[in-house]
């Protein structure tokens, strides 16, 4: 949907210019998060290459590495093991592991699984590039207000991946943005305890003309990020160091309805860390130095 706006009206120049410039700044950060994302495939059939089917985050706790993702993204890969490139151009990696889902909904896949967390335990040896990239609790965001921050949704679109034999190619992307209200959270039915949504039009501006968003197809299991520092309030100021904060995992693009703003909706990373206190109770002293659950 195109944003009803009178681009002619010079407060709502102003105010295209003050939310472009401080997003353009989000943009410029050191992609800390960002670069934790990588491309999953789904393992070939045979004489088959592999086929980009979503996006995941890298996480370190302790000695212990993790892939947070999106559960419908494992639906396709059932028990097999999880193939993931680092978009550069080098081989894919296999790797096995357990992993820990929230519930499968009616339809008995993670489609209309609200919640749609995964959390994949890697129990094979990794590449240096892979543990370099690992976020660890520290690059997590734990603030549960709305604080109209910059935003940026971070992920491997299909559209961009390319493989040929065991090496792959993608492009990593992101997309700035913003929370959507509380109102909206409300009129869509969506949990703020759970999820995160941030606005993602199927119109954007660019100098000055609208233009197609980008198909986030790929997206899935990609990073929501905080840019702290950067908000989008004229009154509060930009703090002097910024940093991104892991949010939310993505799990769905939702169209809007009767002119309503179409979203691009995460699970917040809280129910991720939930899974892996439930599974590896030894991680439980580590994750609670960071947030307490009710």
């Known amino acids: 949907m195109k944003p009803d706006l009178d681009l002619e009206n010079p407060i709502v120049k102003l105010s295209i210019a003050y939310i472009q410039n401080q997003m353009g700044k989000a943009l410029d950060v050191p992609q800390r998060v960002e670069s934790a994302v990588f491309p999953i495939y789904h393992p070939p059939n045979l004489n088959r290459k592999p086929v980009q089917i979503g996006s995941g985050v890298i996480v370190k706790i302790k000695s212990e590495y993790f892939i947070f993702s999106a559960s419908h993204v494992f639906d396709d890969i059932g028990g097999q093991q999880v193939l993931i490139g680092d978009g550069t151009g080098s081989p894919i990696q296999t790797l096995s592991g357990e992993r820990f889902s929230s519930a499968k909904g009616k339809s008995g896949t993670h489609s209309d699984d609200p919640i749609d967390a995964s959390v994949f335990h890697i129990q094979s040896p990794i590449s240096e590039a892979l543990k370099r990239a690992a976020l660890t609790l520290n690059d997590f965001d734990f603030s ?8 940026i949704a971070a992920g491997f679109r299909v559209k961009k991946s390319n493989t040929a034999g065991n090496i792959a190619s993608s492009k990593r992307e992101g997309f700035p943005s913003v929370e959507i209200l509380e109102d ?3 009129r869509k039915k969506i949990n703020p305890e759970i999820n995160i949504a941030l606005a993602y039009e199927d119109q954007i501006l660019v100098d000055g003309n609208w233009k197609i968003s980008p198909t986030p197809k790929g997206f899935s299991g990609g990073a929501i990020i905080r840019v702290d520092g950067i908000s989008l309030n004229p009154r509060t100021p930009d703090k002097p160091a910024c ?6 995992i993505i799990i769905e693009q939702r169209r809007g309805k009767n002119k309503d703003m179409e979203v691009l909706i995460g699970t917040r990373i809280h129910i991720h860390l939930l899974a892996i206190k439930h599974f590896l109770p030894e991680l439980d002293d580590e994750i609670s130095q960071f947030i307490t659950f009710n």
């Open 184 to 186: 909206a959270y409300l």
């Open 144 to 151: 549960d207000k709305n604080n109209r921050s910059a935003f």
């Open 243 to 248: 940093k991104q904060l892991l949010t939310g």
